[in-house]
């Protein structure tokens, strides 16, 4: 007998084929033609006869050849059909599970091809769902763990914060002796404390160095439900006046600059010269307070009280916290402190005339900064992705109606109604899954782009990262929403008579309920569209306004170095004068130095210092209230470093000083409060009440006033004394220079420290920077903004464009029909650009109802602009018909320069 | 016998057909089909095999190698589910066909 295999093999070319698919065939037909031949032989016939008969079942071997391996590759299966066929035999050999396995895989892997098979309305979809997903995605991490998560300490929905409200001052810190009172005689708290903030030097351990150090109460860390990861908390008899010093290292500082030794505990640090015993080391995670980042240091509020509790009128930017009883309500809580405010107001009338108390969540307190800002962010980013799911569902509407034909198609093969559902709903959730994944991802790259740049906006209590829950929900979000866009147009396709697709060259068009389900999605794009450039437009305008208000200083090239001398080197105002002067001198000679001066606060700065005064000859309606200013200490030269303008009088010399007569310097909304339409040079003025035993100080000049909190506080009355006439150990050194301020530091360092080996620099920083915190919200708010609206426009302009090409070529027959009838290009044009335009304008109309409801929530952004600013609603209403307009020309034109024989002819 | 194209319209129906009741390989369908048509209907391997790669790569078919005793190896298929629906909608459009082509001739009366 022949050897059939190798006679085929011979004749049969498939190199186009796999090897072993190669092999498969020429077996089987080898083993066929070798049963032709044993039948002939069967039959009677000779070998020679039945070689024959057997070969010549194949004339021509390369066609056969040809047409095998076609085959083969018109329907050669993916790995994944492969794995359909595969669970469908699990599934034959374990029927009845219900779940048909096998059909969902295939139909996702058909989805999977459709998608590769249209790359350009895949890139669009999903391109637009990452970003639309991964924005909110990203916005919403933020949100969720900023605003709907409680604090990170132990039951903080019963932590509270407190803090003063005065005559004349909204807000002020809690007065330390007042504290004490409200602890004794409180019925509402469990636990009660107060915290404040500053920089110590820290000696005796390498260079000195200045640290930050928070100074808590001893019920603190028991209050928040934290034990120290070493040693133990402050005890209660270390939080008093006179106590033995200790401090509790924070885990950061513990690691960074002790190396982590656990040795560490009953060492000494020398803060300020005075010896500290290192008592406990907090966890790596714990953070309070929660605005202060890098703490370094705790140590007990009661060592410092001293001279706080002699004056309860001091108020030394304490915070009080406390942890309400369990069953108590903030309510109460209010109550509870109004009625201690009340016996506290009759036992101290000086002090604590008008003097309230303010209760508040601690988590309100925390975030009020951030809370509008995020909801703002969140609403647009929103409406981003309501934008972006539209514009993907009227993509997904117009790929279904050119699939017609390919539905109409399966159900004459026999494709039930629901077959034809399944497989539409698979196509929209296998998008909608894919963007969503794809989201997630963007979102984790946002969500760690976002934290760099709000690191100064978000508490630093709050550590934003992308966790399993948002990520859950995004992804959960993705299926819902793809069943909800998917199965309305799937429902509406199935239900569709399939007969007319099947025909040649019918015009696929939707029909009217779909046309008008259209209009809708672009009528609503346009209106989120419209919002949200409302939104950018009066971020904008405030921003702007922002930056072109006077702050009444100059803060180019202007360098601030804070300098913090220790009380038990420094203890009286003659050796720190004494420092200061001789640091002047010296810093005014180095070279590039234009002019050198002290000042107790930085403008724009953190902090700030505030008294009541009293002002001889003040109007009556402004002596009624206890008027309040904003108080800064300075030398010579402050005003001419800051470019603050001098209106009249002089400046301070050194011959103010403790022994001269007390001076000092108002600012020009003092003098005209005070003293409308009169001189003020020569006016009186003292600290506290008229009948205060302050002595006078003389009005010696007048200055510009300054936006000393930044351009969004109210202006305050600002009065400057003179620094040698009475000073406290923490001084900014102001140096304006010629060039880079930043590059006069090693200078100034090595005169400091020729001056005093043990003084380190504290804080350092430019007036630029400064000024730039003040602004860094608006600016960050305007620039998301902007980045919305501009996508939002952008994603409504293709949504608006896809879906009137898509109509207008749908009418294509009609309109060839109406130019062959005589109809003229601009009389067509009119036609398609009326109808696309009434869409446009109700869209507009709706819009600006959605931005008036909107702005309101922005209204607390924004600065000297309404948030109803009719120009901005104006023009943004305009660009936003402009960019649809210009989407509808396109296709009007389109079909106006159409030719209707080509038109009609293509039935 | 038929012209190529009536038997080229039908081949997968009566491969369809026939393995819905009994797997089969190659050879045996050629004869079965031959057999059952009284000889009018003939396929030689060149037009057969193709028809089968395809069927197998839409998975309405299955082959599998099937060794018996004494024999030599060979590829048996069988219907597979796919197939199966298949064969029902080929069959509906066969009926319908057969019957409008009928009706055109007014063949019915008959």
New interface residues.
Partial sequence: MPDWKTFVADRLHLTALEEKRQR??V???A??????YMAAREDGKSETEAFELASS????WS??GA??A???R????SAV?LLA?RS?ESR?QRSGLGIDLAAIVRDIAYSLRGLRNSPGFTLVALLTLALGIGGTTTIFTFFDQVLLRPLPYAESERLVALWEKMQSFENASVSFANFVDWKERNRVFEHIGVWNQTNLNLTGSGDPREIAVARVSASLFPMLGVEPVLGRRFLPEEDRIGGSPVVILSHGFWQTHLGGDTAVLGQALTLDGVQGTVVGVMPPDFRYPPNMPEVDVYAPVGLFAERWAEQRGNHPGLAAVARLRPGVSIESARDDMQRIALELEAEHPDTNTGSRVHVVSLKDRITRGTRDFLVLLFLSVGVLLLIACINVANLVLARNTSRMHEMAIRAS??AGRNRLLRLLLTDSLVLWIVGGVLGVISAAAGVRVLSCLLVDEIPWVFQVALDLRVVGAALGVSLLTGLLFGLFPALRLSRQDPKPFLVDGVRTTGGLARARLRSFLVAAEVSLAVALLVGAGLAIRSFSNIKGAELGLEPSNVLSVGLNLPEASYPNVPERTEFFTRLLDAVRRLPGVVSASTSYVVPLGPGGWQNGFFAEGMTPEFAGSQPYAEVNSVSTGYFKTMGIARVSGRDFTRQDNADAPGVVIVDTKLAEDCWPNQNPLGKRIKWGKIDSGNPWMEVVGVVDNVMVNGVLQRATHQLYIPHWQDNDNSYYLMVKTRRDPLGMVAAIRREVLALDPNQPLGTIGTMEDWEGDTTRSNHLTTLLMAVFSGAAILLAAVGVYGVMAQLTAERDHEIGIRMALGARGEQILALVLRQGMGTVVSGVAVGVGLALFLSRVAASQLYQVSATDPLTFFLASILVALVAALANIVPARRAMTADPARVLHAE | MFSPELKKGSIELLILGLLEREDHHGYRLGKLIESRSGGNLQFNISSLYPVLCRMENRGWIKGRWVEKSGQKRKKYYRLTREGARALAAQQRNWLAFAKSVNQVLGLNEV
């Avoid at chain 1, 083993?31 to 032709?36: F, H, K, V, Y």
């Avoid at chain 1, 018109?74 to 299966?77: D, I, V």
């Fill in positions: 498969d065939l077996d089987e037909v083993s066929q033609i070798e049963d032709l079942h194949i004339e021509d066609a056969f047409e095998l076609k085959a083969d018109m329907h050669r299966r059909d066929e469908e034959q093969m026999g």
